[in-house]
């Protein structure tokens, strides 16, 4: 997520960097990152969620496993049991691929959660705008029977 602000229109820095972090992470799930890039009048500001940077650094790794496997299994061994090594690996690394699945399914099952609680929260600011807007008639109306 990314947000550019003008630099001239910025009156206090730390206080609009605590609410659009606030904002970042709810719409990114979670705990975030931030990157500042100062381009004189433009302030640019990036943010990353953590479990994604994680799950990045993770990816080059899993991919580095799979091609060390394939070229263990290309290459034929003549120490006894190094087949079963890279048999175990490859049951190692579908392990992790699985769990990674698994916990990205839970991810995604959890920012539904968070997107109805985002609906149920605006329905609520509509609903506390109308009794007001209910109230202030009601009030207006009290006033003019009153007579004044």
Known sequence: MKR???RAQVTNLDRLLEVADREAEI???????RTITDNGGQIEVEWTAR???KLQA?????????VIATA???KSMSITGASHASVSLKQMLADRKAKL?????KLSANLGKLDQATAALDSLGSDVGTEADDLLAS???FKNDLGG
């Open 72 to 74: 263990l299994n290309e």
């Open 139 to 141: 009030v207006g109306q």
């Open 58 to 66: 993770t990816i080059p790794r899993i991919q580095s496993a799979q």
């Open 27 to 33: 719409q990114l799930g979670g705990p975030v990152d």
């Open 51 to 53: 479990l994604q940077q």
């Open 101 to 105: 699945a698994a916990a990205q399914d």
């Open 4 to 6: 550019t602000f003008d």
